[in-house]
């Protein structure tokens, strides 16, 4: 129900923005003029549709059970169709100038693989995880639908490589087709002593999480293929609602869609960052390493603290950004986290690889001259207490929403975001300096070796998409010891010095803070 409290907090989010382009330039006031306008209209929407949804809960029921209208329930006795999550929807809608949705992995080897027997595991991946052989409908609702050429399609290829550094980064910075490529995509980079595995997914179909099962998935296959008798017989996982509907029954949430709070997380701060403007379409990278070793002093630092290394890289985080943006002591600032919703499943598992991750926001202040023992000691009671309240399932009732109403009409709104983006682009001015932060740390890529037959993946790491600005993620994964963050962004929104700058200043807090004695 739309209260007296969502609107004061959403009248309260525009009010600071207004304050905030004060002063600027008479064209700049044109066009933040034509943005607030689409964004009030966003919200106000939002909220009237919210309303309107409670008040008439008896008439949204009986709309949604419109014989009528496209079900993609009624089409499961066809093996091409996958119904569409609300996550897969949100993520999807991203690319309306907002992120590249790719999340990738780079795997080294200690050996050569073998170019056919991977081609074919590859292939009979798809197999086993239908969606990502399939292409996006926008129809409503929406649905996964299995590509046509499907056995014509290249999944892999493979890549001589003389410089592998360079070799990855061009495999990082290059693109794929949502609308004609297939959802995964691999390369083998090859040098003279050694191959990288490269792993390209769709974000539309997979997070973080599904990421690693995909791995895991992909080193059976060719593993299986490796033996003697080369066999695997794929058995296809279908993902549907039964994860959603086993974590809101866990969960004790009964008609999620009804119990979202459009403005819980809204963000209630602002950072400042050195923004140069948020055009362009080359997408880079940036990507820091802890030494080995360094990731163990860190967990026995926080295992003393009772805190956890997804808490030590948010301190770490807190106090870069307290550095660089330098914000009013005492006043809660904002970073967003994510946090895998598998953990509130009886197994904590999913029945086919799929997008369900959800997000917090923890409200820290800066305070003066404060170690990073006291930091942490604020930020381990935050996310304690959100998870305590089980934290993230807000984000999962508004997807939701998302998916129990029209497509056209979150569509449309993200369709007219996004061209008001391409006309702030072309003034470096116009997003000012405010900037919003995320976390995701997805912890282990794999608690034991990753194995491909006889070959053992000796390093890896996981890079988030890149997202445009004013808002960044960055990505914290490990593997064999090392602990890796990585940060994606179009190039000409900020320098590479800046970036890299970031990461280096988190590094640097993580090994200090965690140095002191045990």
Known sequence: MKTESSDKEIKDLFGNIVEFYKGIGLLDTMLFKY???????????????MMNYYTNYSKALEKLANPNRTSVDNMHDSKDI????????????????????????????????????????????VDVEPVFGCRFIEDDPPYWKRLDNIDEINFCSL???DNSDEAVMRFLQSSLDMDNDPKVKVKILRSEQYDILAVKLNHACCDGAGAKEYIQLLSNIYSCIDQEDGTFIPEPQIGGRKDQDKLFKGLGVTCPELRWNPVLDIPKSSWTFPWKQRGGDS??????????????????????????VNDLILTAFYRT????????????????????LRRYLPDHKTKAIRNLSGGFVTRIARIMNETFEGTLSRVANATKKIKDSRAGVNNS?????????????????????????????????YIGNVCFPGLSNLGYISTSEIRFGENVVTDAYITPPAIRAPGFLLLASSYNGILTMSIGYYKDSISQKDMDGLLNMVKNELMRGCACEQ
Not at 321 to 328: E, G, L, R
């Open 397 to 429: 009732r508004d997807e939701e929403y998302v998916e129990k109403t029209s497509f056209t009409y979150f569509h449309d709104n993200f369709d007219r975001m996004s061209q008001t983006s391409e006309i702030s682009a072309k003034f470096p001015n």
């Open 283 to 308: 997408i880079r990278f940036a990507i820091c390493r802890l030494p080995q070793g360094s990731l163990d002093s860190i967990y026995k630092y926080g295992k003393y603290r009772e805190a956890t």
């Open 82 to 125: 996958i119904p569409a999550s609300g996550h897969d929807i949100c993520n999807y809608l991203t690319r309306y100038s907002m992120s590249n949705f790719q999340i990738q992995a780079i795997m080294k080897l200690d050996g050569r693989l073998d170019f056919d027997k991977m081609k074919r595991a590859v292939r009979l991946s």
């Open 321 to 340: 950004m307290f550095k660089i943006s330098k914000p009013i002591y005492s006043v809660p600032m904002d970073i967003s986290s994510t946090i895998d």
């Open 35 to 49: 943005n607030l306008d689409v964004f009030n209209k966003f919200y106000k929407d939002i909220s009237q549709n």
């Open 159 to 161: 890549e001589e490589a």
